[in-house]
Structure formats: structure tokens, C-alpha cells
């Protein structure tokens, strides 16, 4: 009889043990673990070249130096592929910015440094572009990212994810400023 009683008392203490920590385990991913979008925020740094072409046909393109700084605000880290972001204006695209792979840590600041090819001439002769950039003194443009790569929390789970990044970005003539609203969503595969 009292060996019955241990293994009861044995078997009740592991059972309340193990809910508990399974408890535990799910608060812990259902708050601070759960995934949280990064903050990012491109800034150029510097003009890189350009290019007029007059014959045949007028061609005109800028290279700009970009600074693509990522807050990661999660637990884990990601590893991405080479991806490229576009940038367009009114539904053209107009530049292509390439991203090489990489890995972004855990609850860090990462800096990606590219370079943003500007075909300025499909620009230069949009009525749209001259009346937004004159008249108006706010040219408006929209850059889409998407990026394929692996997430690893605590290296121990991981587990394939997609981000998408859509900014908006408004760029006052008048007061040179440049203002950008960025929207990003990472859905795991």
C-alpha cells in the first residue's frame, strides 16, 4: 500500500511539474517571443554615378548609395537571400536597388549598404513627374521588397519565412526633406 502511495503522489507532482512548464512555455511564446515586425529605415549616403547617353536615343541614369538600417526587435535572427527592391513612381518602376544575403541578429541594429540604379530618363519626360515636381513641390513614390530567407530562435526552431516591405516615400522640393512610411509583414512557411 505504501509504495501505491508514492508513485501516486510521484506521478501527481510530475504531472503538475510538466503542465506547468507547458504552461510557461506557451505564455512565453504567445508574448515575449512572439515575432515582431522589424522597424527599417533606408537613408542614401552618397551619389555614386551617373550616366547621360544624347545618341541614339536619351538615356539618363543616376546611382545612388543606399544605407538600409533593420532594427530587429525579436529573439531571432534571420537569414536572407540575395533579393532586390523596387522603387516606383505612379506604377513604373524606376530604380532596383539589389540585396545581397545575409543574416540579421537577434535584438540588434543591421546595416545593409547597396547601391539604388535611378533610370532618371523615364522620369525626366513624365508630364506627371515635371507638374508633382514644379507645381506641386511633393513627388511621391512607392518601393516594394520581398524577401525569402530562414528564421532561428533560441538555434533551436527554425523555420522558413517570406517579408514583405511596402514604404511610401514623399520627397518635399520646397524644404528638401524626404518622409517615408513603412509597412512590413513576415509570414512563416
Request: net charge positive; proline share 3%.
Amino acid at each position: 500500500m505504501a509504495s501505491h502511495r508514492g508513485w501516486k503522489i510521484c506521478a501527481t507532482v510530475t504531472g503538475i511539474l510538466l503542465i506547468t512548464i507547458l504552461v510557461v512555455l506557451v505564455v512565453l511564446f504567445l508574448t515575449v517571443l512572439k515575432l515582431k515586425e522589424p522597424d527599417i529605415v533606408a537613408r542614401p549616403i552618397n551619389l555614386e554615378g551617373f550616366d547621360v547617353i544624347v545618341f541614339p536615343v536619351i538615356r539618363f541614369n543616376v546611382t545612388i548609395g543606399i544605407l538600409i538600417t533593420v532594427k530587429n526587435r525579436c529573439y531571432g535572427s534571420f537569414k536572407y537571400n540575395n533579393s532586390t527592391a523596387h522603387i516606383s513612381y505612379r506604377g513604373k518602376v524606376i530604380a532596383e536597388a539589389p540585396l545581397e544575403d545575409g543574416t540579421i541578429p537577434s535584438h540588434k541594429n543591421y546595416n545593409i549598404t547597396t547601391s539604388m540604379d535611378i533610370l532618371a530618363d523615364r522620369l525626366v519626360f513624365d508630364a506627371n513627374f515635371q507638374r508633382d515636381l514644379i507645381t506641386v513641390g511633393v513627388v511621391n513614390f512607392t518601393s516594394h521588397t520581398v524577401v525569402h530567407g530562414k528564421g532561428s530562435m533560441l538555434k533551436f526552431f527554425h523555420k522558413k519565412a517570406l517579408s514583405h516591405t511596402d514604404c511610401n516615400i514623399s520627397i518635399t522640393v520646397g524644404s528638401q526633406t524626404v518622409d517615408s512610411a513603412c509597412t512590413t509583414s513576415v509570414k512563416l512557411k
